[in-house]
């Protein structure tokens, strides 16, 4: 089924409120893949600068690794580059309510829900998350570089991919990639955590594989420096989860207080301290830069809070990483043969 067919079915099937989004969202979509060219020519192409030839390139070697790694056949995604007019692709607006760190849900047919909204124009998301903060909720935008539309569409590269180091490319594809291979619907939070471990743990036997040792040792070094940061974030926002339950804000003003004074005397001192504890200078240290709300500190645990249940998971099962997916997935087709448990995330763990 062709993109144009999908986006006929979304119109036909959403109420009037959603219409507009997704018309909008549907021609950005268009006008994404009209941009695009079939790499071939790109790779042939004299204006295209040799830096991003080279990126498009490791893109396809990645790409033949990762499906040959897991023994699944090649989808078309990235076949295709679209030469991007702004360093981000889209913008995601997530909102959560002032009294509690959770990311309200966006439901659509076929597709299922979302805790964001996506937006290829920067003024729509921002609107939207004015319309959001008007209903009482509080909200957080970011520029997003890379997404997937989970085989909806023939995702291409893009040049926004070209910004990231080949570390951090690798991780980035491999993410993606993953997201063709296993997906749950209604369960974004927990897609997004699989992605990123299962992404995290390819990276060592990729750059075992292509005997880039030195490079890895150095990547690996800062990983785990980052993984600190990420659990201690992960901990922290655990914590002011509970004061919001404990002391029960009766509107956003209160909040804001709690959250304040949250951040000021547990948050950012933790956190700098962790920084010192690893010699990352506060100016390096960036939990310390980043703007905290309830919207943002959800928006993070959509990526995060599931790690470490995901790796103590897998230590338990005592299984190589190719063991853990077919586990992984036969657990998965087992659960959709049942009708005791919708949430897939605790059949997980049953």
């Excluded at 539309?149 to 570390?167: A, E, K, M, R, V």
Aim: net charge neutral.
């Amino acid at each position: 089924m062709d993109f144009l067919k999908i986006f006929t079915i979304f119109l036909i099937l959403s109420g009037c409120a959603k219409m507009d989004y997704l018309y909008e969202q549907g021609v950005g979509q268009i006008s994404l893949q009209a941009k695009a060219k079939d790499n071939i020519d790109v790779l042939k192409n004299v204006r295209i600068p040799k830096d991003q030839k080279e990126k498009i390139k490791k893109i396809q070697e990645l790409k033949k690794y990762f499906y040959t790694f897991w023994g699944k056949k090649q989808t078309p995604i990235y076949t295709q580059t679209t030469m991007l007019e702004n360093k981000a692709v889209t913008y995601l607006v997530i909102a959560s309510p002032y009294n509690e760190i959770k990311a309200v849900e966006n439901c659509f047919p076929v597709m299922g829900c979302f805790p964001y909204l996506g937006f290829f124009n920067l003024v729509s998301a921002k609107n939207f998350a004015k319309e959001k903060e008007k209903e009482n909720f509080v909200t957080w935008v970011r520029p997003v570089y890379a997404y997937s539309t989970l085989g909806y569409f023939n995702d291409t590269i893009l040049s926004s991919f070209f910004h990231y180091s080949d570390y951090e490319l690798a991780e980035l594809i491999f993410h993606e990639l993953f997201h063709t291979i296993f997906f749950v619907k209604n369960e974004v939070e927990l897609n997004e955590n699989l992605a990123n471990y299962f992404a995290k743990q390819m990276l060592d036997q990729y750059f075992l594989t292509t005997n880039q040792l030195d490079y890895l040792k150095l990547q690996q070094k800062e990983e785990v420096e980052d993984r600190v940061l990420r659990q201690a974030i992960v901990n922290l926002t655990s914590e002011l989860q509970e004061h919001y339950l404990k002391l029960v804000p009766q509107n956003k003003e209160e909040s804001e207080a709690i959250l304040n004074e949250f951040l000021d005397k547990k948050f950012y001192p933790t956190i700098l301290n962790k920084c010192q504890q690893q010699n990352i200078s506060p100016k390096n240290c960036y939990p310390l830069e980043k703007k905290w709300n309830n919207a943002s500190f959800a928006a993070f645990l959509t990526y995060e809070k599931k790690a470490q249940d995901l790796e103590g998971l897998q230590r338990k099962l005592g299984l190589d990483l190719k063991g853990y997916f077919r586990w992984l997935d036969q657990k998965y087709a087992s659960f959709q043969n049942q009708k005791e448990v919708e949430d897939f995330s605790q059949y997980l763990m049953m």
